[in-house]
Structure formats: structure tokens, C-alpha cells
């Protein structure tokens, strides 16, 4: 059943986005959705079909829009409910055809044409927050999607740039971000890369991924979104940064009684 963007605040419980980073082969994706579901139940799979900011030119992207979106489609058709991200004004369209969710990417996060098409769409469109974005000033990409009458607009927190091949959450900035109006949906997977850290690609410190997490649920954040994948040391893309599969089920648990927690406080 594809999700509603009443499920993102207004007290309702925490939204989890997982998947993993890129889509590797059918069976992946396919064996990957069912995992996630036996592990935690429902949730929104994520996945892209296209990773067009990989480090180096040499690689892997991922099949592309139209294999991948039919492969998408088919996770669809069991039930599941989709995002991917889109890097082009003209993939929205199509996308949107397949996805629930359409993300845009945050070093695309200031792109009008993009946030434009995305809105068009009438679907629910998480803006990754840019690295060099201040939290005080990503409303103003939410306000180009809402210019196109869709008010269907998610904020996502995924670290900021602090000096070289380094990123740092500020706690703050969730707040921040929530006080605009918009949900906010906190990134722990992505928060926690080491940007061009190993490098012809991107490092990671997945010890700190759920420290992060806790501390982002307790700040009363509305989702989290979490790469996973069932053997991160092979993974095609963000490996170093993914939560390990067989993990997520009791890290979900305990972000989620967090989330019990400060929502039985604030009634």
C-alpha cells in the first residue's frame, strides 16, 4: 500500500526509509525489500536506479531509469511503497509513474527546475538537505515544490561539510528545520560518510550510525532513513556507510521505543 504523507508527523509513529544505496540486480533489490519487511515491517524501500555523483567517473550507477524503474515497478506490484531519486527534470515523469517518493538528491537540492518537475508530479517529494545548506534555509527549496500547489514536502538531514572529507550533524538543525513547517526525516546512514575518504570513493563509520539515530528520534525528527544491504563490504555503492542488514531489526527497535517515548511526553 503506498504510503500517505500523513504518515510523516503530526505524532504519528517514526517513518523508516531503507534500502539499499543502488539498485545492484533484480534479485538484489527483490531479496533486499523482503528482508527489510521480515526485519521491521512496513516501511518505504529505497533505492536508485541511477547514481550520477559517484566519486570517480569509473564507477558502477546502476542500470539506469527505464530498467530500473521497471525493476522498481515490480517490488510495486508486491506491495511495497517506493522512493528513488531523480536527477533530471525530465526523469520526474516517469519516476513518478513507479515511485511514491521522489528524492531529490542534496547536492541537487537547489535546482529550481527540478524541484518544479518533481512538484508537477503531485507526489511526495523528499529534498535531501545539502551539505553546504544552512537548516535555516533549505524551506526555500520546499517553497519551489509548493509554488506548483503540492504541499507534499519532506526534509532530510544528511550532515553538513565540515572541512575536508568530513561531515557533522548539528542537533540543532532538526529543530531548525521543523520549525519551517515541513517534516523532517533524519539521514543516518548518509551522515555518517567520509565524502571522497577513500579515495577514488567515499569512507564511512557505521559505529556511529546509531548513536546518531538515537539522538536524531530523541529530537522528535519524523523518520529516519538508513542505507542497508546484506553484505556492506561487497556493496556496489556507500558500502562503507551502510547499515548491515541483519542489524536493522533491533536498531529499529530501539529507535522506535525512543520515539514511543518523547510522543508519550509531548501529549
Not at 516501511?43 to 522498481?72: C, M, Q, W
Not at 512538484?119 to 520546499?142: L, M, Y
Not at 557505521?206 to 546484506?230: S, T
Request: hydrophobic share 40%; with cysteine; glycine share 12%.
Amino acid at each position: 500500500m503506498a504510503i500517505e504523507f500523513e504518515r510523516f508527523g503530526h505524532g504519528r509513529p517514526l517513518v523508516l526509509i531503507a534500502g539499499p544505496c543502488v539498485i545492484e540486480s533484480e534479485e538484489h533489490v527483490h531479496r533486499m525489500a523482503r528482508g527489510i519487511r521480515e526485519a521491521v515491517g512496513e516501511f518505504v524501500f529505497k533505492a536508485s536506479f541511477d547514481k550520477a555523483n559517484r566519486t570517480s567517473g569509473s564507477a558502477y550507477r546502476g542500470p539506469g531509469l527505464r530498467e530500473g524503474l521497471r525493476i522498481l515497478a515490480g517490488l510495486k506490484a508486491e506491495g511495497f511503497s517506493i522512493l528513488t531519486d531523480i536527477h533530471e527534470a525530465g526523469q520526474a515523469e516517469p519516476a513518478a509513474e513507479v515511485a511514491d517518493i521522489l528524492q531529490i538528491p542534496a547536492f541537487l537540492c537547489r535546482q529550481t527546475d527540478l524541484l518544479v518537475a518533481a512538484g508537477r508530479t503531485g507526489r511526495i517529494v523528499n529534498i535531501k538537505k545539502g551539505q553546504f545548506v544552512a537548516p535555516h534555509d533549505i524551506h526555500r527549496a520546499a517553497d519551489k515544490v509548493a509554488s506548483t500547489g503540492n504541499r507534499q514536502v519532506v526534509l532530510t538531514e544528511r550532515g553538513s561539510s565540515f572541512g575536508y572529507n568530513n561531515l557533522v550533524v548539528d542537533m540543532r538543525g532538526l529543530q531548525v528545520m521543523r520549525d519551517t513547517g515541513w517534516p523532517v526525516v533524519f539521514d543516518a546512514t548518509h551522515s555518517v560518510q567520509v565524502p571522497g575518504g577513500a579515495g577514488d570513493a567515499s569512507g564511512g563509520q557505521p559505529e556511529f550510525i546509531e548513536p546518531l539515530a538515537r539522538a536524531a528520534v530523541a529530537a522528535g525528527v519524523d523518520g529516519v532513513f538508513v542505507e542497508v544491504h546484506d553484505q556492506p563490504e561487497r556493496a556496489l555503492s556507500d558500502g562503507p556507510n551502510a547499515l548491515r542488514l541483519s542489524l536493522l531489526g533491533d536498531f529499529w527497535g530501539r529507535l522506535r521505543a525512543i520515539d514511543e517515548l518523547v510522543k508519550s511526553q509531548a501529549k
